[in-house]
């Protein structure tokens, strides 16, 4: 994987751009369009896939569960004469972070909020021309700028945006071993990529290395889904356990 992202932009390698065999083990990672010319099956001893709201169509073809759903969020790039040094919580749980200053002394600021689940058919163009705004999508950015123009002077709006966050069911990232010994998962991060990336790398890369993992890893186990007693089985774990370790969203206690 690292090699075909080396010969090719990141951006360029899409999630129908690589095929994964079946196996007894998993050997083999084959890009198989066209575009991207006659490569050769590239083999490693192990292999992460860290492909976001990708993953799961990567990993369809040989029966491995990614149950993560894409989340649709917005983000608004614009500039000010007003200088906030720290990032700023506003209304309807949307933040903005200070980006810099641009040429002419006014200030660069990344506005982003909304959650919208419906799906991942809303027309993304994938193919370097310019995006199409639904009259949904319209109606969630210009909601996003009123919310901005209460708190900052003179905004110009640079870029509109919208990306998809890749959330589990239980807003806990997938990270670790599948059903197949030499394949592991680093995704379903949802709204907390940036927040996560560096401790979920690390642990994944303990998992793979066959390291003790500093914290529990079994609270991310991409396993965790299977099974019908899957529920009733973490909340007995909560029950009888310490959970110090536990991140405090999935702490149970009696009521």
């Known amino acids: 994987m690292q090699q075909i992202c080396y010969h090719f932009q990141p951006t360029n390698l899409l999630a129908e751009d690589v095929k994964l065999t079946r196996g007894d ?21 192990n292999f992460v896939v860290a492909a976001g709201t990708g993953s799961r169509k990567i990993l369809k073809d040989i029966g491995v569960p990614c149950p993560t759903v894409p989340i649709k969020g ?39 909020g909304l959650a919208e689940f419906g799906g991942k058919d809303q027309g993304v163009d994938w193919e370097g ?36 966050r890749c959330l589990a069911p239980d807003d806990v990232p997938l990270i670790g071993r ?23 790398g690390k642990l994944c890369a303990q998992l793979v290395l066959g390291m003790r993992p500093e914290i529990e890893a079994k609270w991310y186990d991409p396993l965790r889904f ?18 110090e370790h536990v991140p405090p969203h999935l702490r149970w206690s009696p009521r």
């Open 25 to 45: 083990c998993l050997v083999s990672v084959d890009p198989t369009r066209a575009v991207f010319h006659a490569l050769p099956i590239i083999s490693g001893d």
């Open 178 to 200: 599948t059903k197949y010994s030499n394949l592991f998962l680093n995704t379903g991060h949802g709204s907390k990529g940036w927040t996560m990336g560096a401790g979920a």
């Open 74 to 112: 917005y983000l608004l790039t614009f500039s000010s004469s007003t200088q906030r040094k720290h990032n700023m919580k506003l209304p309807k749980k949307m933040f903005v972070a200070p980006m810099g200053m641009e040429e002419g002394g006014r200030y660069i600021y990344r506005l982003s």
């Open 129 to 164: 021309r310019e995006r199409a705004f639904s009259k949904r999508d319209r109606a969630a950015l210009d909601m996003m700028r009123g919310v901005i123009e209460e708190k900052f002077d003179d905004i110009e709006v640079v870029d509109e945006d919208y990306g998809y």
């Open 226 to 243: 299977e099974g019908p007693s899957f529920v009733k089985r973490a909340v007995d774990e909560l029950a009888h356990e310490d959970t």
